[in-house]
């Protein structure tokens, strides 16, 4: 079976560096996703990669291996309005979205 | 700004109740889909329509049943639906299937079954 695993929740501090992992066993890959989910609102797209490596995008960053079906999202200089559901999604050999649960993040000042 | 608009936002209703639910965007997409979402599990992939064709649907009951009259507007049409259905349903459109253009999603509608 297919499967995306990622934490389910994590806690940092305002100002710091979190890193949220994501590992995968998908049929066929075609791209990974990262995306950002505020309570209440739509999942909003944050970062793709479909090579191996690091994609810079201000203070989000996200790595993938796909020899070792892994992939992490690294928050820099955490804001109180980074607190959201953080969502890993891969797209398999048919283009269909394979979703991880989620990872909870949580802000503390 | 969400490119991507859901009506209604809230749906409460018995499950005998016949509703639907729309979804339009304004992006000049090829693909829509319909997902579902309750708490703390992942996105459940429903439906998937490009160009106005239905190219997947992922064994869900016939109590859902879709319709995508043009590639912007898409309705989920319910039925006799169960407790075990109230969840978040969320519309996405994309540019084509494939490729590393992202999926933009509505902020759903969240719905009860009584």
């Known amino acids: 079976g297919q499967n995306i695993d990622q934490p389910t929740e994590m806690t940092a501090t305002e100002g710091a560096i979190v890193q949220i992992n994501c590992t995968y066993q998908t049929s066929g890959f075609n791209g990974l996703f990262w995306y950002q989910q505020h309570a209440g609102e739509a999942p909003t797209f944050l970062s793709y990669?479909?090579l191996d490596g690091l994609e810079e995008k201000g203070r989000f960053s996200s790595f993938l291996s796909r020899s070792k079906g892994y992939s992490y999202l690294l928050l820099k200089e955490l804001q109180m309005k980074d607190s959201a559901s953080y969502l890993c999604?891969?797209?398999?050999?048919?283009?269909?979205?394979?979703w991880g649960a989620g990872t909870k993040l949580i802000i503390k000042p | 700004e969400t490119g991507v608009t859901q009506t209604p936002r809230h749906l409460v209703m018995g499950m005998t109740n016949k509703k639907s639910l729309k979804c339009e965007q304004h992006l000049g997409h090829n693909a829509m889909y319909w997902y579902k979402q309750s708490a703390k599990k992942p996105l459940e992939l429903m439906f998937v329509y490009n160009f106005k064709e239905q190219t997947e649907n992922n064994s869900v009951p016939s109590r859902f049943s879709p319709e995508c009259p043009n590639s912007s507007h898409l309705f989920l049409h319910l039925h006799t639906l169960q407790p075990e259905d109230s969840a978040l349903y969320l519309c996405?459109?994309?540019?084509?299937?494939?490729?590393?253009?992202?999926?933009?999603f509505g902020d759903g509608t969240r719905l009860s079954i009584l």
């Open positions: 999604a891969v797209r398999d050999s048919n283009y269909q979205l394979i």
């Open positions: 996405a459109s994309s540019q084509a299937l494939e490729g590393s253009q992202p999926q933009h």
């Open positions: 990669n479909v």
